[in-house]
């Protein structure tokens, strides 16, 4: 399985602990290659917590940040993209999208997941914008259902869930 990471460009120290019960219990479960936007804010701790448990991961970097220094064990891959160009990338090749809660790329992210018929999987509860997606969307987004959008207030019931799903289906090819 891969799954797309979207996670607030910005750190929070509060998220910390949640990012790493999320990934302590999805290797209990899963091993999957672990997608993310870059290597700053949460979206660092995100590649940490996933080394550290010997997951691959592969950052999918914007032009404006292609530059910046990755781990080693992390492949990086410079898009020529700028940001929102690179979430089409970094959700399309993806089997299903985990939010750990972020602004408007996240969500952007946790929409084209929809749009594209992926599983997807929302933290809530974690203080950013992206807790209004369970107010405003509470299953689907739109009349397609094109799948469903889980929400989460506990990171380890999220991972489990994402083991449950087995993700990996079409993309659905609808507008």
């Known amino acids: 399985m891969k799954l797309a990471v979207a996670a607030h460009s910005t750190d929070s120290e509060a ?26 804010g949460l979206m660092k701790r995100v590649v940490d917590a996933s080394l550290r448990r010997g997951l691959a991961v592969i ?49 952007i992210e946790v929409l084209m997941g929809y749009a594209m018929g992926k599983p997807v999987f929302v933290l809530t509860n974690t203080g950013l914008a992206s807790d209004n997606l369970a107010k405003a969307f509470p299953e689907y987004i739109d009349e397609r259902k094109t799948a469903a959008v889980r929400y989460f207030g506990e990171p380890r019931e999220m991972a489990r869930e994402i083991c449950r799903s087995r993700a990996g289906g079409k993309i659905a090819e609808v507008g």
């Open 15 to 40: 998220l910390a602990p949640k990012i790493e019960a999320f990934f302590d219990e999805l290797v209990s479960c899963a091993k999957p290659v672990v997608l993310v936007g870059g290597y700053w």
């Open 59 to 107: 950052a999918l970097l914007p032009i404006e940040r292609e530059d910046v220094e990755l781990p080693e064990g992390a492949v990086g891959i410079r898009t020529g993209c700028e940001y929102r160009c690179r979430s089409v990338m970094l959700v399309r090749s993806a089997d299903a999208v985990a939010a750990f809660g972020g602004a408007a790329g996240t969500m």
